[in-house]
């Protein structure tokens, strides 16, 4: 995998990390969701006139991503109601790069090396070792795993109709606007004047993660044109070291030992991918 490839992906992840966090602190989480998701369709929408047109191959293979974002951000929502982050969010990045390097494998035919297979193996075993504990919230865990599987079925489906667009760009760019104006349009339904009350007071905050989600994806997107999709989904899941140090260091939720070795695992899975 090229250096310049690798940096980017661990910048996406860092985003990725970061508009989480904002859902996470959020005091409503679904409409904290709604109002990130509705900022990226926005931010998508004013850049669509100078992106181009993606090939229409690509045309169902983002629309079904979209819908299936639907569930995706209501599952988040939930798996941040009921657990921590630094619980929830490693279970749902962790488990489905395991999941898209078995289906990548039978249905876009890609074939990885050995190197490869040890680095998905390395980060996925690192980031469950921080997530299952005897003290794990159950329910919280469920969804999470749940929300991986998620995960795992739109990453397949963007690493297929990302390469047939033609134009990455343009593809996050429909991906995010679809994805984005159902659920805000949810969230504002339900209860709008709570909806318009959050965006007086955390519009910034909405706006920066809006962004982060839209370049975190674009990014991770981009780079499965260039490398096989099951390599930059184990990578991409490094966020959860992101993840961690924010939950730890700005949500003051507990850390320990575990989150060390798991931080040591998922680095020795990243050198992997980067030799293979």
């Not at 990453?155 to 429909?174: K, M």
């Not at 159902?182 to 965006?199: G, T």
């Not at 370049?215 to 992101?242: C, D, H, K, N």
Request: hydrophobic share 55%; proline share 4%.
């Amino acid at each position: 995998m090229p250096t310049h490839v690798l940096l980017l992906v661990l910048f996406s992840a860092l985003m990725h990390a970061s508009w989480n966090a904002i859902v996470k602190s959020g005091e409503n989480k679904l409409e904290e969701a709604g109002l990130v998701a509705g900022a990226a369709a926005v931010m998508a929408a004013c850049v669509l006139p100078f992106a181009g047109t993606p090939a229409p191959a690509s045309w169902p293979w983002f629309i079904a991503s979209a819908a299936i974002h639907q569930i995706y951000f209501v599952l988040v929502a939930a798996a941040y109601r009921a657990g921590d982050m630094g619980h929830t969010y490693p279970l749902m990045r962790g488990t489905a790069p395991l999941i898209v390097a078995l289906g990548s494998a039978q249905l876009l035919g890609e074939t990885l090396t050995p190197a490869s297979w040890a680095g998905i193996g390395l980060i996925c075993g690192g980031i469950l070792l921080l997530a299952i504990h005897r003290h794990a919230n159950h329910r919280a865990t469920m969804i999470a795993v749940a929300n991986a599987m998620v995960i795992a079925l739109y990453t397949v489906i963007d690493g297929t109709g990302v390469r047939l667009s033609g134009n990455s760009v343009a593809y996050v760019l429909w991906l995010n606007l679809l994805s984005g104006v159902p659920l805000f349009m949810l969230v504002w339904l339900r209860d709008r004047r709570k909806v318009w009350s959050m965006m007086r007071t955390n519009g910034l905050t909405a706006t920066i993660g809006g962004g982060c989600k839209l370049g975190a994806y674009g990014l991770a997107l981009w780079a499965m044109t260039q490398a096989p999709v099951a390599a930059i989904a184990a990578l991409r899941e490094s966020s959860v070291l992101f993840g961690v140090a924010i939950s730890t260091l700005i949500l003051r939720e507990n850390s320990g030992m575990r989150r060390i070795i798991t931080a040591a695992l998922i680095a020795a899975g990243a050198a992997a991918l980067k030799l293979a």
